[in-house]
């Protein structure tokens, strides 16, 4: 067998810095399984095209960190939950919010749109779960039973059942047209994560933190089969889309199940780390996790996983090959009976009314202060060409994402370690031979600086990582073999170095090759001046670590300029931009000599950084600044009022010379001059 026609069952499709601070809340459409939208502690909620290199679009509107987020079924609407435990509704192809909804008292940890029906359900870490009515803006029902936050929340397939599942180890199925709860289960023996009912049969899948996946007949409501198998908290569970089987995702690892005997199929060792979601299409999983600003998606080739037969685990072994499920003919219970129409409105209509006479109820007409709130959300379309392809085909039949029925080309396996035809179980864990390269903190030489935080209203900058296909290297626009005048902050390729050079003929399409001693000799170039700047940079690093763990954060700053190393700078603020509480004034006066620097740097990320922490003063700053340098002056002597308008007359008169360097920037186009545009407007009032 020819190593090279081996390919791998799992790799890293893509990674992205998808927001300017922690991302909070991730989720893939399941219609399509080729939209991802993100929320993050920066209060926006990002639409993304799986695959494709920039945000779509920016969704803008909560106060507080968005928490949760979920597509409709049709990905026509999107609704996300914040800390606040407000609910904000977004039309995708009118890019506009359809509705704010108000009424829990803390976060929203599970959120899940009725599959007909204009309806959503939300749960809460104040334990109770609302069915809300996105039309009429209003709450239809609450329902009341878990004694801690709901985790999940899923709607039965016709449509008149609803399951929650719980951090209290517990699962309850609601009968939504009744208003009450059928039945509670309570085998699990730690919070329920999870909770997925099958596509036809009345059988509902949870995973919990126990490490086990149990699944419940809901016609007998009793469990029927229990795994035991799984490495960590079970994350996801989702059926198969023909209902044959259930995939399991927990920390790395993907296992997949069958019941009525327990059996597991396969053990799929997958670098996803915590998972956060994963859908199916075209034979293709894809998994998306997230760590700080990051998202990473993940592709598993279903085709070279198990999916049926015996088992590698659990029970004893069968020599016969066990048969597959099928979704249609002869079942072990019955299937669920959808609807022709959209959901049975007339009974919804019926407790909504009741309910509009209750207390429970909190439906109300739409006041003023919900239409501010409206008002104040926007749907910002940051890439309108892909907006324009996925979400306003008016004319088309079926609306659905680009290439929606072309599958993600497997790379091959790494020709250093041969494949053996073993089971499927047995993985190699993916291994990126020429991935991108990890965003490390700031630029020494070559070295490419941290995007901690990106302008929030500009599409997020994105790693794609390499597929083996030259085509998908990007292309820049500077001529050949010159230096940028700003070097970007986020890339494929290292400076430098042309990633083609070491590629095979095959792969790279070039008819010569650069002999090894020749690639070596151009990796090693500059190698020792780069580990002394590196071991240099520690060397600071850790001593203005140590200043730091003294509790004293204005002289660790000072320390820091002292070194002269913008670098170190840099790395600081990027820490003391999460947190703008550290922020102090006597701070702003240490920094502002800097961020002159800073904006002025032919580095992206300097340049970014800067433009965070100078927008940051001037909202947290600026009206202190002018209060007290236009207060009359006091009767008497203090020193704390003369020592603050000291301060805030050096803050002045810093911020003036800024204010010279982002007017010549102001006219620059494209990320760069938006948002020294943003810094202009923010300045006027020193004018």
Request: charged share 25%; aromatic share 6%; with cysteine.
């Amino acid at each position: 067998m020819a190593l090279s026609s081996v390919t791998k069952t799992s790799w890293k499709l893509q990674d992205m810095v998808a927001h300017s601070s922690k991302v909070s809340s991730l989720v893939l459409g399941k219609s399509s399984s080729r939209l991802l939208a993100t929320g993050g502690e920066d209060c926006r909620v990002n639409i993304w095209a799986v695959n494709k290199p920039n945000c779509i679009m920016s969704l803008t509107g909560h106060t507080s960190p968005v928490v949760c987020v979920q597509f409709s079924s049709s990905e026509e609407q999107v609704v996300a939950g914040s800390e606040s435990g407000s609910l904000r509704v977004w039309d995708l192809e009118a890019a506009k919010i359809l509705r704010t909804l108000m009424g829990h008292k803390a976060n929203i940890c599970s959120l899940d749109f009725h599959p007909f029906g204009e309806y959503l359900a939300s749960g809460s870490v104040d334990t109770n779960i609302k069915l809300w009515d996105v039309r009429r803006k209003g709450c239809v029902f609450r329902y009341k039973g878990h004694t801690q936050a709901v985790r999940c929340l899923a709607f039965s397939p016709d449509g008149k059942w609803l399951a929650s599942a719980s951090d209290d180890a517990t699962i309850k199925l609601w009968d939504l047209t009744a208003g009450k709860m059928i039945t509670e289960f309570t085998e699990h023996t730690s919070a329920v994560t999870v909770v997925q009912f099958h596509p036809n049969e009345y059988l509902l899948a949870s995973g919990s933190a126990d490490r086990t996946v149990k699944l419940w007949d809901l016609e007998k409501f009793k469990m029927v089969g229990s795994s035991e198998g799984e490495r960590g908290p079970v994350r996801c569970v989702l059926f198969s889309p023909d209902g044959s089987c259930l995939y399991s995702g927990s920390e790395d690892t993907l296992q997949v199940y069958g019941w009525e005997p327990d059996r597991c199929f396969d053990v799929v060792h997958v670098g996803w780390g915590k998972v956060a979601d994963f859908a199916v299409c075209n034979s293709q999983m894809i998994g998306v996790s997230c760590g700080q600003m990051n998202v990473s998606l993940y592709i598993v080739d279903l085709n070279r996983v198990k999916k049926s037969g015996s088992l590698i685990q659990g029970l004893s072994q069968d020599d016969k090959p066990l048969a597959v499920p099928t979704s249609k003919g002869a079942t072990l219970r019955r299937n669920y009976e959808r609807p022709t129409t959209s959901c049975s409105r007339q009974k919804m209509k019926q407790n909504s009314d009741a309910d509009r006479r209750s207390p429970e109820g909190e439906r109300r007409s739409p006041s003023s202060e919900d239409e501010h709130d409206d008002k104040e959300s926007s749907a910002e379309i940051t890439n309108p060409d892909d907006y324009k392809e996925i979400f306003q085909p008016h004319n088309a039949i079926l609306r659905t994402p680009p290439k929606r029925s072309e599958t993600f080309p497997a790379p091959v396996e790494d020709e250093c370690f041969p494949v053996k035809p073993c089971a499927a179980g047995e993985v190699t864990p993916v291994h990126d031979k020429f991935k991108a390269p990890n965003v490390s903190s700031t630029p020494v030489l070559r070295v490419e600086p941290t995007v901690v935080a990106s302008a929030p209203s500009h599409p997020m900058s994105v790693v794609t990582a390499s597929l083996a296909l030259p085509s998908r290297r990007i292309v820049t626009t500077s001529k050949p073999k010159s230096s940028p005048a700003v070097i970007p902050s986020t890339r494929n390729e290292p400076v430098g170095l042309n990633v083609g050079d070491f590629l095979t003929p095959a792969r790279s399409g070039k008819t010569s090759v650069t002999a090894d001693e020749e690639a070596l000799a151009q990796i090693r170039k500059g190698h020792e001046t780069m580990c002394v700047m590196l071991t240099s940079r520690y060397k600071n690093l850790d001593t203005v670590r140590a200043v730091w763990a003294a509790g004293d954060i204005k002289t660790s700053l000072d320390s820091a300029v002292s070194m002269n190393d913008l670098s170190i700078v840099v790395d600081i603020l990027n820490i003391v931009n999460l947190k703008p509480s550290l922020w102090k004034l006597d701070t702003c006066t240490t920094i502002l000599p800097q961020i002159e620097e800073l904006l002025q740097s032919k580095y992206e990320s300097y340049v970014q950084t800067g433009y965070l922490s100078l927008k940051l003063i001037l909202k947290r700053f600026w009206p202190l600044i002018s209060d007290t340098l236009t207060a009359p002056p006091s009767v008497g002597v203090d020193i704390t009022r003369e020592e603050r308008h000291q301060k805030c007359k050096a803050c002045y008169k810093q911020l003036k010379n800024l204010s010279n360097v982002v007017k010549n920037r102001a006219d620059q186009v494209g990320r760069h001059g938006s948002m020294f545009k943003e810094l202009q407007l923010l300045m006027a009032p020193l004018d």
